[in-house]
């Protein structure tokens, strides 16, 4: 199983506020549908309710919610109530990567866990005022290389950098 994280974030390391993301860059979608497409992807309930209808369950992708709530059911996703059984569930997965799509409590769960193998993180050059955040990690355990830098043009609000991290 390899499990691949991605994340767009702002200055203050912001991804999210009232339950929606906060900039208009489809560059930036376009790269996380490339990305996930054919994976299993993997989010938090608050996440899979910021999606808007028309769009959900995310397409040729397996879609995987967390949920506390066990009578918890959505139309063509998978249901884990804990993260530990979900990653037991994919442990044998050799053709997909587990893509962690967030939100915050997500993310964290799955840092502070160590299940993460590399991350994928868009770098919004703007402040936008956020209220939920991407969590702290240790920068010196990761190498770090850019798989693409896009400028702030007519259709994309502000410029941003994907970086990849993976493990030293
Ligand atoms: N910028 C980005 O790349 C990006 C990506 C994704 C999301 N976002 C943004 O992030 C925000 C949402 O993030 P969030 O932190 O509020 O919520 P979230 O992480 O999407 O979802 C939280 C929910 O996940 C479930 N959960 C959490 N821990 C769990 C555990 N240990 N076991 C089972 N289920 C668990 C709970 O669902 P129940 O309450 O149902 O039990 C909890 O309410 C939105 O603003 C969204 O737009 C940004």
Redesign the pocket.
């Known amino acids: 199983m390899k499990v691949s994280l991605?994340?767009?974030?702002d200055l203050e390391r912001g991804?999210?506020?009232?339950?929606?993301?906060m900039w208009h860059l489809p560059e930036d979608m376009k790269f996380f549908k490339e990305t996930t497409l054919g994976q299993i992807v993997v989010?938090?309930?608050?996440?899979?309710d910021?999606i808007p209808k028309k769009y959900r369950p995310l397409p040729k992708r397996e879609n995987v919610i967390?949920?506390?709530?066990t009578d918890?059911t959505a139309e063509g996703c998978t249901i884990?109530?804990?993260?530990e059984a979900c990653m037991e569930a994919y442990k044998n997965e050799t053709e997909r990567t587990v893509f962690i799509?967030?939100?915050?409590?997500?993310?964290k769960?799955a840092l502070e866990k160590d299940y993460v193998d590399e991350l994928y993180i868009?770098h919004v050059n703007e402040n936008y005022g956020p209220d939920?955040f991407f969590p702290e990690f240790d920068l010196t355990q990761w190498n770090v290389e850019t798989v693409k830098t896009h400028e702030k043009d007519e259709k994309n609000e502000a410029s941003f950098s994907v970086l990849k991290y993976t493990r030293k």
């Open positions: 991605i994340v767009a974030m991804i999210g506020k009232d339950n929606d993301l989010m938090g309930r608050k996440n899979y910021s967390l949920t506390r709530n918890f884990f109530n804990s993260m799509i967030g939100g915050g409590e997500i993310y769960l868009t939920t």
